[in-house]
């Protein structure tokens, strides 16, 4: 029930291409929706949160999508570039207050790759 | 420029030997993590903080233990009794109100041989 599933493992895409990365959970007691960056060698990033209270949050090219009834969440990047060709990590945290939000359950992660 | 400082980036230990590793954060943010992530997984949750002399155990705490002297330092020790030790390790802070974000070190990588 702690489970945050994420697909697909690896995506390719092409420069100017939209990349889309699911995620689905089964813990409906998960309050916060996070999407995190990571590059080879370094520390995830936020990129872009959700709470379940919208089901849509747009911050530039990256759009998160919220669907609480399925229990889904999807990253979508428009306009891809090559930089963008890294490691994606969706993750929820339950509303228990404060700290509770670090408490983030991962999904496996999504590699990017995006050809010029 | 605030941050999380981890160090040393890479650490090799034979097996059998306890190993510590080092999380700093000039954030001035209360709480702290440690997160484990190995290949082609999600992160793991090992240990946290909301304040100091003060901790929790997270999803995969056993073989591990922490200590919270100070608000800046959160260091992580992976004892002879942690069964795969080998792995990426993650330490984060945040302010610790709700919807606060983690901030993320940039990890160091064990190699238990």
């Known amino acids: 029930q702690q489970q945050v599933k994420q697909s697909p493992q690896s995506l390719i895409v092409q420069k100017g291409g939209i990349s889309i990365i699911n995620c689905a959970y089964e813990?409906?007691?998960?309050?916060?929706f996070p999407w995190y960056q990571q590059f080879p060698g370094k520390g995830p990033a936020l990129l872009i949160a959700?709470?379940?209270?919208?089901s849509e949050k747009k911050e530039g090219r990256f759009t998160i999508s919220f669907n609480k009834s399925a229990k889904q969440f999807s990253l979508h990047i428009m306009d891809s570039q090559p930089g963008d060709s890294a490691t994606y990590f969706c993750?929820?945290?339950?509303?228990?207050?404060?700290?509770?939000?670090?408490?983030?359950?991962f999904g496996q992660g999504t590699i990017l790759t995006v050809h010029p | 420029d605030g941050g999380i400082t981890q160090s040393p980036k890479y650490l090799f230990r034979k097996e059998g030997q306890n190993v510590t590793l080092s999380c700093e954060q000039n954030l001035n943010h209360d709480a702290m993590y440690w997160y484990r992530q190995d290949p082609g997984q999600g992160l793991r949750l090992i240990y946290y903080?909301?304040?100091?002399?003060?901790?929790q155990k997270g999803d995969i705490a056993e073989g591990y233990s922490v200590s919270r002297e100070k608000k800046e330092s959160f260091p992580l020790t992976v004892t002879s009794a942690q069964k795969n030790p080998t792995a990426f390790y993650l330490c984060a802070s945040s302010t610790g109100r709700d919807y606060s974000p983690l901030h993320f070190g940039n990890g160091t990588r064990l190699t238990v041989t």
């Open positions: 903080s909301q304040i100091v002399n003060d901790f």
């Open positions: 993750a929820a945290s339950p509303n228990a207050g404060g700290t509770s939000y670090g408490k983030l359950t």
């Open positions: 959700i709470r379940p209270d919208v």
């Open positions: 813990n409906t007691a998960f309050d916060y």
